[in-house]
């Protein structure tokens, strides 16, 4: 069964540096997203993403997150200088369409920043 | 923002016995409903969904029921089996527009003893 996949599994990285999250959704996709969980806390929309824009973004996606999609293949989540609050696990998810089109997620990206 | 409660952090049942996992919400545009499981150190995993036009949808061991008038969910998987032993999140989402975001609930941690 085709599935979304996420580089890198866990990043370190210290406060104040730039990270980028890597993702492949599913192949014929057309709708990809990115959310958060926060140790202990719920899963937590980010962004949306289709037709090469951002749809839609929650108030945490503020001037330091960015969203691309570099190629036909990956969609990238990048965190321009990272703060400690920002420690998460970040999942990738993409769906065919929307409304009763499930979003199918990926193993997600431990972020730890130090 | 507790739009999609989920009010049992845990929940722990005998093999072969039923599991009830109960949602509630309070946003009455939401009209799509999701189940997901989560495994440690994997990304949600879609289960089964239903609309707001039905009050019930079942495939194989899972069924959701929906009770729009109590805003409730309830995710029943029989038999119950010791594989089935993950965090199951509750998910709603409103399909109106030209995307969708999922607000998920906190999550119930399931125990299926052997």
């Known amino acids: 069964e085709p599935e979304v996949t996420q580089t890198p599994s866990h990043q370190v990285t210290q406060m104040g540096q730039e990270v980028i999250l890597r993702c492949v959704p599913i192949?014929?996709?057309?709708?990809f997203y990115w959310y958060r969980q926060i140790l202990g806390q719920k899963v937590e929309f980010l962004v949306s993403?289709?037709?090469?824009?951002?749809?839609?973004k929650s108030e945490i996606f503020d001037d330091q997150f960015s969203v691309e999609r570099p190629d036909g293949s990956n969609f990238t989540l990048k965190i321009r200088s990272t703060k400690l609050e920002d420690s998460a696990m970040y999942f990738c998810?993409?769906?065919?369409?929307?409304?009763?089109?499930?979003?199918?997620f990926g193993n997600g990206t431990r972020l730890t920043v130090t | 923002d507790q739009q999609v409660k989920q009010n049992s952090p845990s929940l722990s049942v005998q093999e072969g016995r039923i599991s009830i996992l109960n949602c509630d919400y309070t946003?009455?545009?939401?009209?799509?409903f999701l189940w997901y499981k989560k495994y440690p150190a994997e990304g949600p995993t879609f289960l089964i969904s239903?609309?707001?036009?039905?009050d019930k949808n079942e495939d194989g061991r899972f069924t959701v029921f929906l009770n729009k008038s109590a805003k409730h969910l309830s995710l029943h998987i029989v038999p119950s089996q010791p594989g089935d032993s993950a965090v199951y999140f509750c998910?709603?989402?409103?399909?109106?527009?030209?995307?969708?975001?999922?607000?998920f609930g906190k999550g119930t941690l399931l125990t299926v003893n052997p």
């Open positions: 993403f289709y037709n090469n824009e951002i749809s839609e």
């Open positions: 998910a709603a989402s409103y399909s109106g527009g030209s995307n969708y975001k999922l607000t």
């Open positions: 946003n009455s545009m939401f009209d799509y």
């Open positions: 192949s014929n996709h057309l709708y």
């Open positions: 998810a993409s769906s065919l369409g929307t409304g009763a089109s499930p979003l199918h």
């Open positions: 239903i609309s707001s036009i039905k």
